[in-house]
Nanobody, 117 residues
């Protein structure tokens, strides 16, 4: 059974930084996409950033986080990271990691990020 374990969330003041990590365990092969989504109270889950690898790795960011957040991945460790800088109160949400392979898609349990003003 595949499990995604997130870490790194917490409470930070506006302007601060956090780094999220998400590691996969279990039988998961051929991961092509790793990413992060978030869901704020009363809102739909939205894409934050994705990293897709088909030989060449391409990244994609929500406009709201471009220039502040950076997604990276370590394929050997089956881990994806999200470096979040210059955090704003509107970044407050539960952040979910997401993996997709040719055999399925998987979600983490979520980690809370709270940015105080």
């Amino acid at each position: 059974q595949v499990q995604l374990a997130e870490s790194g969330g917490g409470l930070v003041q506006a302007g601060g930084s956090l780094r999220l990590s998400c590691a996969a365990s279990g039988s998961i092969f051929g991961i092509n996409t790793m990413g992060w989504y978030r869901q704020a109270p009363g809102k739909q889950r939205e894409l934050v950033a994705t990293s897709t690898s088909h030989g060449v790795t391409n990244t994609n960011y929500a406009d709201s986080v471009k220039g502040r957040f950076t997604i990276s991945r370590d394929n050997t460790k089956r881990t994806v990271y999200l470096q979040m800088n210059s955090l704003k109160p509107e970044d407050t949400a539960v952040y979910y990691c997401y993996f997709r392979s040719a055999y399925g898609q998987y979600w983490g349990q979520g980690t809370q990020v709270t940015v105080s003003s």
